[in-house]
């Protein structure tokens, strides 16, 4: 199967994209053409790939070049962003959304007449779990994933310097957005976090190992709770998230949900660094739910058969 597989916006090695998606259909045989911001992100792209440049959220008729480029010869198209289902090629192969964002009843249900839909229902979301990570500790903090002003940065930093007395450092893991770079190179500057840009994903869930907690600070724009949580948990550590991903901390019972504000962020964060056991347990159980329903490689060949499937390949062809 030759599969072109899209974004816009996304950074190139997001984790669900490169890591988990394209990695599994690659691992399988199949052939990938990948059209994403490398030159925005300043990515090279990885061996094995044939890559297309695109222009982050490039304007329509930019991205509708791109994608005809990529699918030329493609069995299936997959996309990361519903933007890039207005700027389709009129010649395409049979198209997937992967929906990560909250969209409407009605723009879905369109969609779902025309292509086909990747939701947490047909592909859940997943991580690399550690077959053993270190027990949580109690001088630092993490954060993984891309830092923007919805996700936080201003109640990340004003947390940072909160901790700051209490002898707790925070790590702020993966690429930010432009307009919130230079509030976080003030914040490094003056010591009150450690920004490490971005960083290849399976070496940032090492990085976090033995943090104190896992903060996830999302606003309710993705469907279901973030990828980060599942990161955390695979990696035992306590979670800290506010309310959008309430439904799975509490139905696990691995953290605390708190509002988007920094003294609740505060109490959080200070009663598991006084409460070891606690912090043990949460993380204990976090980490076994991980390991029992959201290990990646226990679900990438259903991904890779679901891709399958849907391409536009005779039934003899979809053998590698």
Known sequence: ??????????????????HRQIRALLDAGHEVTYVAPFTYYNVTPAV???????????????????????????DLLIVHDHRLLRALPHRRPPVVWDVREDVSPRRRARAERRHHV?????????????????????????HIG???????????????????????????????????????????????????????NRHALRMSEGALAGLSLAADTVTGPPTKILDY??????????????????????????PRDVDALLDAVLDLKEDPVRRADLGAVGHAEARLRHHWPDRAADFVKLTESWAALPEHALAV
Do not use: N
């Not at 030759?2 to 190139?12: G, M, N, S």
């Not at 306590?238 to 139905?251: D, H, K, N, S, Y």
């Open 118 to 142: 990747i939701t947490s229902a047909e592909v859940p979301e997943a991580t690399l779990v550690s077959p053993s990570p270190p027990p949580p500790g109690d001088t630092r903090v993490v």
């Open 233 to 258: 948990m695979g990696r035992g550590l306590p979670v800290i998230a506010t309310p959008q991903a309430a439904p799975l901390v509490r139905a696990v019972g691995c953290g605390l949900v708190v």
């Open 146 to 200: 891309r830092l923007s002003a919805e996700r936080g940065v201003a109640e990340l930093i004003a947390l940072a310097e909160r901790l700051a007395p209490h002898g707790i450092r925070m790590d702020l893991i993966g690429a930010a957005d432009r307009d919130v770079r230079p509030l976080l190179r003030d914040a490094q500057r003056v010591g009150l976090l450690d920004w490490f840009g971005y960083v290849p």
């Open 1 to 18: 199967m030759r599969a072109c597989v899209a974004t816009t916006v996304h950074h190139p090695e997001d984790a669900r994209i490169m």
């Open 48 to 74: 094995g790939l044939t890559a297309v440049d695109v222009a982050r959220q490039a304007p329509y008729g930019k991205a509708r070049a791109a994608l005809r480029r990529g699918v030329r010869d493609a």
